[in-house]
């Protein structure tokens, strides 16, 4: 009989404790709620990038943001990835986060955004590892569909925030933000522990998981970049603030559908389906290098919608829970670094050129990895 990995033997010799009807829909209610958070979190700052431009002038620095964001993000990812426990963790998280949106608001500078960024990030870290896991163990028999139906969430989240911020002032936004947040805690209270978490006797296996955390970094980085400069190219070529706001909102809706629409087809062939997505993602990125269709950009967010869950669970397959922190260390540096270094182009005529070359990166690995899959 083959022997299981140890990661997969010590999950099973663990039993899970049994968790009422009425506390699982609860605490799945509050998880999707933290995932639908953490989809508005990542899609705020590209939403709101016109009226902070506008209100800070020369004291604006989204660069700034982002670095200080990754910085939050790593300590909140650090802290769950080190403790097996939950409560009072994931409650800790949505409070800090609405104390970050708070603090923003109160502000009547940039400074208080950015202290809000360290506080936003470091809630957020331990909200995309918790929620994702708690879904997971309440619901064994039936986990796929509900990730899959989580990661929905996230992109209704992102969804929501250039459609709030198209209505109401950014502030009156992010208060909002920060009631959703801190209603939520009442609904991740007592949440069960980690299981079959035994962080020091797992080894990281970084040679087969190399791959995988190099396209999952570059994904989400080229994603959240997408989310926040396509509106700075799309006003450079002339296109209305209400259009531009419908169409950053179109972007995550497009994600959003590809969940939905892409998952179960992905699941059967995924990393062969992963060249495929990245293709025509690719597609759709290079004909927006011709100005008359730069209106098509959103259109490529559609292909990426299944990337996040089916790099997650082909490394979980290939690595174990060991690799599932550094994939989430990888996710949020390429999600916060990337669009900093695509900040640094001084004409927004060149964001498209970037847009493409980090989509064909993402392509040829994919195909690397189908190759390997294959051998």
């Known amino acids: 009989m083959k022997c299981l990995p140890q990661w997969v033997a010590t999950t099973a010799s663990q039993q899970i404790p049994t968790v009422s009807k009425l506390n699982k829909l609860r605490l799945t209610i509050g998880s999707f709620l933290g995932l639908f958070l953490h989809g508005q979190i990542v899609a705020l700052p590209g939403a709101v990038f016109p009226q902070w431009q506008a209100e800070f002038g020369d004291e604006f620095c989204l660069g700034c943001f982002y670095n200080l964001f990754l910085l939050g993000s790593l300590i909140g990812i650090s802290l769950a990835s080190r403790s097996r426990q939950r409560h009072p963790l994931i409650a800790l998280s949505l409070s800090i986060i609405g104390i970050a949106f708070l603090m923003s608001v109160s502000y009547p500078n940039f400074n208080g955004i950015l202290v809000g960024a360290v506080l936003s990030g470091s809630g957020d870290g331990i909200l995309c590892l918790q929620c994702n896991s708690l879904v997971g163990e309440l619901h064994p028999k039936r986990r796929v569909k509900l990730l899959n139906w989580a990661n929905a969430t996230f992109g209704l989240g992102a969804i929501s925030a250039p459609l709030l911020d198209s209505l109401l002032p950014w ?77 950053l909102s179109l972007y995550w809706s497009c994600i959003t559908l590809g969940k939905i629409t892409l998952g179960g087809w992905v699941g059967k062939q995924p990393a062969k389906s992963l060249s495929f997505l990245l293709g025509g993602s690719l597609v759709f990125l290079t004909l927006t290098l011709i100005p008359q269709l730069a209106l098509l950009l959103p259109l490529a967010a ?47 005529a060149y964001l498209p050129y970037g847009f493409v070359v980090v989509a064909l990166i993402l392509y040829l690995l994919s195909l690397q990895l189908n190759l390997r899959t294959k051998n």
């Open 171 to 247: 502030r009156t936004v992010f208060a909002l933000c920060a009631i959703l947040a801190l209603v939520s805690v009442a609904l991740v209270w007592q949440a069960p522990a980690v299981q079959g978490f035994v962080p020091k006797a797992d080894k990281m296996p970084w040679r087969r998981a190399a791959i995988f955390l190099l396209l999952i970094m570059l994904y989400t980085g080229l994603e959240s970049a997408l989310g926040t400069w396509s509106s700075s190219y799309l006003l450079y070529r002339g296109v209305s603030v209400t259009l531009t706001g419908t169409l």
């Open 302 to 348: 559609f292909f990426y919608g299944p990337l996040f869950a089916t790099l997650f669970a082909l490394l979980q397959e290939s690595c174990g829970h060991v690799a599932l922190t550094y994939f989430l260390y990888a996710a949020y540096i390429g999600k916060t670094a990337i669009p900093v270094i695509f900040g640094w182009l001084n004409n927004p």
